[in-house]
């Protein structure tokens, strides 16, 4: 916002048209298809290294789903079967990030906050001296609560938090609670 606001001061005449990034979620309730659940979450989680403004960033499992261990062992299996690769490489699920993580974007990746622990941890990987720190195997981290880090900052990286909720009606609450996100 402040962003829009500093270009309408310079110019105010001119049309903007602007996309910015937010924490995006998605929601499972266990009367969900979780086959479809997990391939949705994984596809708008990673797509374009995770850096697409749509990108979901945080998943809230709601009642039993939070509980069970073959969706979390689903997740984690295609997460893990993720390709990282050049973004020319047809093979490639998810390229490289547009620069070299830093500040909010590399603590995403390298470092978990209180009560939370990697379910699938992001690995650098060395794919060639030109592109040095750009590539990152996708993460997922469980135990994310509101208030915290991932929760608060947009970060545009290969990383998803996983929230639980007792009810559908929690959920919302969750997600409206964490605000800013345009894609539920």
Sequence with gaps: MATAERFAAWRPAAKMQALTAGRNTAIVAPSADLDAAVSDIVAGAFARAGQAATAVSLVILVGAVGRSTPFLDQLADTVSSLRVGPADDPLS???????????????ALTVLGEGE??????????????????????????????GSHLTRAAVAAPVLGILHAPTVTRAIELQNAIGSGFVA
């Design 93 to 107: 699920d998810i390229g490289p990030l547009v620069e070299e993580p830093a500040g909010e974007v590399r603590r």
């Design 117 to 146: 622990r990697w379910l699938i941890e992001p690995r650098e990987l060395d794919l060639g001296a030109e592109t040095a720190g750009r590539f990152w195997s996708p993460g997922v981290r469980t135990g994310v609560t509101a």
